[in-house]
């Protein structure tokens, strides 16, 4: 199983430009969440989707957008990027939602930089 | 809203036994967990406590106290590969994890 695999892994983009990672998984996980990690501050929820078809804000949705068309993908999106966006992304996928018995299984991170 | 509070950085010596904490403040809670992460890595899960004691995994162990919003890692016969970020994290209802900002462990030989 390759568990939870985020596309890309590096990525630069200048202000103003747009782009979507990508997030699938292939452990029929109904939960799928996005972080991201910026240094000393832990990780921060973006959006989350609790199964197909459904997604939800997190502790910092603004500049981002997200859709779970199919169970196993999840998309983040920046529509105009912004140099504040410059950060780690993490997707993480879970059997129920974030805990009773069910850890967050994390990609490996896609790190943007946004001049 | 949440908010978890843990040290930035902590320093041991191979073979010694350490410990990080973390304290909590949240409106609802489903219990504490804790992550690890290399540099350069993602995160990994080691540890869950639901109810107030002690849960042991290896050299590894978890404790929680829900009356006094608070929790720690043990980590003894550290190992150089213990080297890392360590992360605790509560999930209080319908949303997902929220993670403290991380204490940075260093062992020294």
């Known amino acids: 199983n390759a568990g939870v695999t985020q596309t890309p892994k590096f990525r630069v983009l200048k202000t103003g430009q747009s782009m979507t990672l990508l997030c699938a998984q292939d452990m029929n996980h109904e939960y799928m969440y996005w972080y991201r990690q910026d240094p000393g501050m832990g990780l921060r929820l973006i959006h989350y989707?609790?199964?197909?078809?459904?997604?939800a804000k997190g502790e910092v949705p603004d500049g981002y957008n997200v859709s779970r068309l199919k169970k196993q993908n999840f998309l983040l999106g920046l529509e105009s990027a912004a140099p504040s966006q410059t950060s780690v992304y993490f997707c993480?996928?879970?059997?129920?939602?974030?805990?009773?018995?069910?850890?967050?299984?994390f990609g490996n991170g896609t790190r943007l930089t946004v001049t | 809203g949440q908010s978890l509070e843990q040290p930035s950085e902590v320093t041991a010596v191979e073979g010694a036994i350490v410990q990080i904490n973390c304290t909590y403040q949240?409106?609802?809670?489903?219990?504490l967990s804790w992550y690890q992460q290399h540099d350069g890595g993602a995160p990994t899960f080691l540890s869950y406590?639901?109810?107030?004691g002690l849960e042991e995994t290896g050299r590894f162990s978890s404790f929680l106290s829900r009356s006094d919003s608070y929790g720690y890692l043990l980590l003894q016969e550290l190992q150089m590969k213990d080297s890392a970020s360590y992360f605790c994290?509560?999930?209080?209802?319908?949303?997902?994890?929220?993670f403290g900002s991380g204490t940075r462990l260093q062992v020294q030989p």
């Open positions: 989707s609790v199964g197909e078809g459904t997604t």
């Open positions: 994290a509560v999930r209080t209802g319908r949303r997902a994890l929220t």
């Open positions: 406590n639901a109810l107030d």
């Open positions: 949240t409106s609802g809670f489903y219990g």
């Open positions: 993480a996928s879970s059997y129920s939602r974030g805990q009773f018995n069910s850890p967050l299984h």
